[in-house]
């Protein structure tokens, strides 16, 4: 950059004297230690195939990578929330969902019963506003949950 183009406005931002303020690249997906984009739907299935190792182990590559602790916490309520609502049907056609998300869910039916579903799910909503309240943090919430499994 030269000093001619190029300088930082009274908030320390760059800002080019032509274009304005540049931007920085904010729509970076997190990567995993390989340099590949994390998938945080692997960190749902080990969390419907209940796998608390694996599950664990994908929540720390997570937080590695770049993702939110608030982002793994709204992506294990949708799962939970899943299973919940396959549980309560018999088909596809009775709900919302999409048809491979609902045969994921209906296939990890078989590694929970209803009443535990219906406690983690008591257990995020609750976490979640004590969490917001200050009473704790996402972060420890969601890692409770899954060494929890």
Request: no cysteine.
């Amino acid at each position: 950059m030269t000093d001619e183009f190029y300088h930082k406005d009274i908030f320390g931002a760059v800002v080019d004297v032509n274009l304005g303020l540049i931007e920085e690249d904010e729509d970076k997906l997190p990567l995993d230690k390989k340099g590949r984009e994390f998938n945080i739907f692997a960190l749902t299935d080990a969390l419907g195939a209940r796998d608390r190792k694996r599950a664990w182990i994908l929540y720390q590559e997570a937080l590695g990578a770049g993702v939110s602790a608030e982002e793994v916490f709204f992506k294990v309520v949708w799962q939970i929330k899943s299973m919940l609502i396959a549980s309560k049907t018999k088909n596809v056609g009775e709900t919302d969902m999409k048809p491979f998300p609902y045969s994921k869910a209906k296939s990890f039916l078989k590694n929970f019963r209803t009443s535990e579903l219906q406690n983690l799910s008591e257990a995020l909503v609750t976490g979640y506003y004590k969490a917001r309240r200050g009473e704790g943090e996402v972060e420890t919430l969601v890692e409770k949950i899954l060494l929890g499994l």
